[in-house]
Each structure stands twice: as structure tokens, then as C-alpha cells.
């Protein structure tokens, strides 16, 4: 049986500053925004070239704020990542090398943490 994971729920305080983060600065395609009650509002981003989305709004998690951590995308290039998410006004950590790959890490404007990982090359 295959199983794909295509949506993590965000949780945040301000929909529109996060959606704005994560569309404007981080660069994900902004799919969907459906206030479909008062009490839900769903909003979903994708990271290009992703099969998984992000949803955040209201009425979709009961997670605090600021309380999702270690989501991780997995790039090509972190130097070229790094410099576009730093273009784009993200605060990152600089390049940390490790034996499983090399990483770049930032948070949302809640706190919620990600970790940009380039795989080490295979043998």
C-alpha cells in the first residue's frame, strides 16, 4: 500500500503575515484560500516542485503557535538556497556541514522551524 504525506498543519497567530511569509519571502505557491466558515479558514502553500503542502489558517490545528518544528525541504544547491531565501529577507543560519548533508535553517515569524538540507552526494 503506498502513503504520501501532501499537508502538515502550521500553526500561527496571523494568517496573513504567515501566508505572506511563506509566499513572499520563502517563495511557495500559494494554492488555496477559502474562508469557509467563521471559524475555519483554510490556507495552503506548496513548495515548488514539492508533492507536500503546508496548510495554516484558523479552526485547522490545535498546536500552539510556534510549536512545529524540524520540517525539512530538500534542495539541489544550498548555497544558491541560501542566497535566495536571504534575498527574499529570510533570516537564515549560515551553511552547517554534516555527514548526512548540508544545511541552512530558518523559522516563521511564530517560531515554527525549518531546516533546508542539500543531500550529500551518493557514491
Given at each position: 500500500?503506498?502513503?504520501?504525506?501532501?499537508?502538515v498543519a502550521i500553526p500561527v497567530t496571523?494568517?496573513?503575515?504567515?501566508k505572506a511569509f511563506?509566499?513572499?519571502?520563502?517563495?511557495?505557491?500559494a494554492d488555496q484560500d477559502h474562508q469557509v466558515?467563521?471559524?475555519?479558514?483554510?490556507?495552503q502553500l506548496t513548495p515548488p516542485g514539492s508533492g507536500c503542502s503546508i496548510a495554516l489558517g484558523t479552526g485547522i490545528t490545535e498546536m500552539a503557535p510556534g510549536s512545529q518544528k524540524g520540517?525539512?525541504?530538500?534542495?539541489?544547491?544550498?548555497?544558491a538556497a541560501?542566497?535566495?531565501?536571504r534575498g527574499r529577507g529570510v533570516e537564515t543560519s549560515e551553511i552547517n556541514d554534516m555527514?548526512?548533508?548540508?544545511?541552512?535553517?530558518?523559522?516563521?515569524?511564530?517560531?515554527?522551524?525549518?531546516?533546508?538540507?542539500?543531500?550529500p552526494p551518493r557514491p
Open positions: 500500500m503506498d502513503m504520501k504525506l501532501e499537508l496571523d494568517v496573513d503575515r504567515a511563506y509566499a513572499d519571502q520563502v517563495g511557495f505557491n466558515s467563521d471559524d475555519l479558514r483554510f490556507v520540517l525539512q525541504l530538500v534542495v539541489a544547491d544550498i548555497e541560501q542566497r535566495e531565501l555527514p548526512w548533508g548540508r544545511f541552512v535553517f530558518f523559522s516563521d515569524p511564530d517560531g515554527n522551524t525549518w531546516a533546508v538540507q542539500q543531500l
